[in-house]
Protein backbone atom coordinates (compact mmCIF):
# COMPACT_ATOMS: atom_id res chain seq x y z
CA UNK A 1 0.00 0.00 0.00
CA UNK A 2 3.21 2.90 0.86
CA UNK A 3 4.84 2.04 -2.63
CA UNK A 4 1.15 2.06 -4.43
CA UNK A 5 0.83 5.50 -2.82
CA UNK A 6 4.63 6.64 -3.47
CA UNK A 7 4.03 5.60 -6.91
CA UNK A 8 1.10 7.57 -7.24
CA UNK A 9 2.09 10.68 -5.86
CA UNK A 10 5.47 10.81 -7.71
CA UNK A 11 2.70 10.07 -11.46
CA UNK A 12 0.86 12.68 -10.23
CA UNK A 13 3.57 15.27 -9.47
CA UNK A 14 6.10 14.43 -11.56
CA UNK A 15 5.27 12.64 -14.84
CA UNK A 16 6.18 9.17 -16.15
CA UNK A 17 8.64 11.43 -18.55
CA UNK A 18 11.51 12.51 -16.41
CA UNK A 19 13.28 11.61 -13.33
CA UNK A 20 12.96 13.17 -10.01
CA UNK A 21 14.90 16.29 -9.22
CA UNK A 22 16.40 17.88 -5.85
CA UNK A 23 14.16 20.40 -6.27
CA UNK A 24 10.66 18.21 -6.87
CA UNK A 25 11.12 16.80 -2.78
CA UNK A 26 9.17 19.70 -1.54
CA UNK A 27 6.61 18.81 -3.59
CA UNK A 28 6.52 15.25 -2.62
CA UNK A 29 5.21 14.76 0.84
CA UNK A 30 4.51 11.17 1.21
CA UNK A 31 7.67 10.34 -0.15
CA UNK A 32 9.34 12.72 2.52
CA UNK A 33 7.06 10.99 4.90
CA UNK A 34 8.24 7.72 3.77
CA UNK A 35 12.16 8.51 4.30
CA UNK A 36 11.26 10.18 7.92
CA UNK A 37 9.43 6.94 8.84
CA UNK A 38 12.78 4.68 7.66
CA UNK A 39 14.82 6.98 9.72
CA UNK A 40 12.75 6.57 12.83
CA UNK A 41 12.38 2.68 12.71
CA UNK A 42 15.91 1.96 10.91
CA UNK A 43 18.37 5.38 12.63
CA UNK A 44 21.75 4.75 10.42
CA UNK A 45 23.38 5.29 13.78
CA UNK A 46 21.23 3.60 16.82
CA UNK A 47 23.71 5.96 19.09
CA UNK A 48 24.39 9.39 18.76
CA UNK A 49 27.65 11.15 19.63
CA UNK A 50 27.96 10.92 23.11
CA UNK A 51 27.98 14.17 24.96
CA UNK A 52 29.53 14.92 28.55
CA UNK A 53 27.25 16.31 31.43
CA UNK A 54 28.22 19.86 32.05
CA UNK A 55 26.39 20.08 35.52
CA UNK A 56 23.88 17.75 37.83
CA UNK A 57 21.14 16.98 36.50
CA UNK A 58 17.79 14.72 36.32
CA UNK A 59 16.77 13.04 33.41
CA UNK A 60 13.31 11.19 33.34
CA UNK A 61 14.11 10.67 37.75
CA UNK A 62 17.70 9.41 36.95
CA UNK A 63 20.32 11.50 38.86
CA UNK A 64 23.18 12.37 35.89
CA UNK A 65 26.21 13.38 37.63
CA UNK A 66 28.18 16.34 36.26
CA UNK A 67 31.14 15.03 33.77
CA UNK A 68 29.04 11.79 33.24
CA UNK A 69 29.40 10.87 29.67
CA UNK A 70 25.81 10.30 27.97
CA UNK A 71 24.52 8.37 25.34
CA UNK A 72 20.96 8.64 23.44
CA UNK A 73 20.06 5.61 22.08
CA UNK A 74 17.56 6.87 18.89
CA UNK A 75 16.89 3.42 17.90
CA UNK A 76 14.87 3.22 21.44
CA UNK A 77 13.16 6.58 21.27
CA UNK A 78 11.71 5.83 17.59
CA UNK A 79 10.12 2.64 18.95
CA UNK A 80 9.03 4.22 22.19
CA UNK A 81 5.52 3.70 22.59
CA UNK A 82 4.81 6.34 24.93
CA UNK A 83 5.76 9.07 21.87
CA UNK A 84 4.45 6.73 18.85
CA UNK A 85 1.62 4.67 18.10
CA UNK A 86 2.20 1.25 17.22
CA UNK A 87 5.74 1.96 17.07
CA UNK A 88 6.53 -1.30 15.70
CA UNK A 89 4.73 -0.69 12.49
CA UNK A 90 6.10 0.92 9.03
CA UNK A 91 3.46 3.70 8.65
CA UNK A 92 4.39 6.95 6.85
CA UNK A 93 0.88 8.48 7.24
CA UNK A 94 2.00 9.11 11.23
CA UNK A 95 3.67 12.75 9.94
CA UNK A 96 0.91 13.64 7.52
CA UNK A 97 0.36 17.37 8.65
CA UNK A 98 2.92 17.29 11.63
CA UNK A 99 6.21 19.24 11.37
CA UNK A 100 8.39 17.06 12.71
CA UNK A 101 11.43 17.24 11.02
CA UNK A 102 14.55 15.03 11.17
CA UNK A 103 17.07 18.10 11.67
CA UNK A 104 17.54 17.72 15.73
CA UNK A 105 14.32 19.86 16.42
CA UNK A 106 12.51 17.69 17.37
CA UNK A 107 13.67 14.95 20.15
CA UNK A 108 11.32 12.45 19.36
CA UNK A 109 13.27 12.20 16.13
CA UNK A 110 16.97 12.16 16.00
CA UNK A 111 18.40 10.34 13.04
CA UNK A 112 21.51 13.05 12.55
CA UNK A 113 20.92 14.13 16.22
CA UNK A 114 21.05 17.43 17.64
CA UNK A 115 22.77 20.53 18.65
CA UNK A 116 26.03 21.73 18.13
CA UNK A 117 27.93 18.16 17.36
CA UNK A 118 24.84 17.01 15.42
CA UNK A 119 26.00 15.11 11.89
CA UNK A 120 27.63 17.74 9.52
CA UNK A 121 26.17 16.18 6.43
CA UNK A 122 22.92 16.10 7.61
CA UNK A 123 21.37 18.42 5.14
CA UNK A 124 23.77 16.53 2.11
CA UNK A 125 22.91 12.73 3.06
CA UNK A 126 19.09 14.16 3.86
CA UNK A 127 19.06 15.25 -0.50
CA UNK A 128 20.87 11.98 -1.42
CA UNK A 129 18.58 9.60 0.35
CA UNK A 130 15.22 11.74 -0.68
CA UNK A 131 16.26 12.12 -4.46
CA UNK A 132 17.90 8.12 -4.67
CA UNK A 133 14.88 6.78 -2.60
CA UNK A 134 12.50 9.12 -5.04
CA UNK A 135 14.15 7.86 -8.56
CA UNK A 136 14.12 4.02 -7.19
CA UNK A 137 10.25 4.31 -6.61
CA UNK A 138 9.54 6.36 -9.46
CA UNK A 139 11.79 4.29 -11.85
CA UNK A 140 11.33 0.74 -11.42
CA UNK A 141 8.62 -1.58 -10.64
CA UNK A 142 9.32 -3.60 -7.44
CA UNK A 143 8.13 -7.09 -6.46
CA UNK A 144 9.24 -9.73 -4.06
CA UNK A 145 10.45 -12.84 -5.82
CA UNK A 146 8.76 -16.11 -6.08
CA UNK A 147 5.83 -16.49 -3.39
CA UNK A 148 7.29 -14.48 -0.99
CA UNK A 149 5.05 -12.23 1.11
CA UNK A 150 5.64 -9.25 2.79
CA UNK A 151 5.64 -10.54 6.10
CA UNK A 152 8.64 -13.28 5.25
CA UNK A 153 10.55 -10.78 4.88
CA UNK A 154 13.38 -10.94 7.71
CA UNK A 155 14.41 -7.07 9.25
CA UNK A 156 16.85 -8.00 11.50
CA UNK A 157 19.55 -5.87 12.00
CA UNK A 158 23.16 -5.74 13.33
CA UNK A 159 23.70 -2.50 15.76
CA UNK A 160 27.17 -1.30 15.48
CA UNK A 161 28.67 2.45 15.70
CA UNK A 162 26.03 1.94 12.29
CA UNK A 163 22.95 -0.09 11.75
CA UNK A 164 22.54 -2.46 8.81
CA UNK A 165 20.92 -5.25 7.55
CA UNK A 166 21.64 -8.71 9.18
CA UNK A 167 20.08 -10.52 6.14
CA UNK A 168 20.63 -10.43 2.50
CA UNK A 169 17.63 -8.59 0.96
CA UNK A 170 16.59 -9.95 -2.72
CA UNK A 171 13.86 -8.06 -4.87
CA UNK A 172 13.10 -7.99 -8.45
CA UNK A 173 12.70 -4.99 -9.59
CA UNK A 174 11.60 -3.96 -13.55
CA UNK A 175 12.70 -0.72 -15.54
CA UNK A 176 10.42 0.79 -18.85
CA UNK A 177 13.34 0.22 -20.86
CA UNK A 178 12.63 -3.58 -21.03
CA UNK A 179 15.76 -4.24 -18.71
CA UNK A 180 15.14 -6.94 -15.46
CA UNK A 181 17.52 -6.66 -12.43
CA UNK A 182 17.85 -8.35 -9.11
CA UNK A 183 18.53 -5.76 -6.50
CA UNK A 184 21.12 -7.19 -4.00
CA UNK A 185 21.07 -5.46 -0.78
CA UNK A 186 24.17 -6.10 1.36
CA UNK A 187 24.73 -4.33 4.27
CA UNK A 188 26.27 -1.25 2.85
CA UNK A 189 26.66 -2.37 -0.75
CA UNK A 190 24.23 -2.77 -3.36
CA UNK A 191 24.97 -4.19 -6.44
CA UNK A 192 22.92 -4.76 -9.96
CA UNK A 193 22.49 -8.22 -11.54
CA UNK A 194 21.72 -7.71 -14.87
CA UNK A 195 19.13 -10.90 -15.92
CA UNK A 196 18.11 -9.87 -19.60
CA UNK A 197 18.87 -7.08 -21.68
CA UNK A 198 17.44 -6.13 -25.51
CA UNK A 199 18.99 -3.08 -25.49
CA UNK A 200 21.78 -0.51 -23.66
CA UNK A 201 21.15 1.17 -20.20
CA UNK A 202 21.62 4.75 -21.30
CA UNK A 203 18.92 4.43 -24.39
Known sequence: MTLKKATEELDRVIGRHRWVKEEDIAKLPYMEAIVKETM?????????????ARYDCNVGGYDIPKGTIVLVNVWAIGRDPSIWDNPNEFFPERFKDKTIDVKGHNFELLPFGAGRRACLGNNLG?????????????????????????????????????????????????????HIFILRLDRLKFTFHKVCSNTLLSH
Open 126 to 178: LKVVQSTLANMVHGFSWRLPGNMKEEDLNMDEISLLTTSKKNLLLLWLRLDFH
Open 40 to 52: RLHPLAPLITPRL
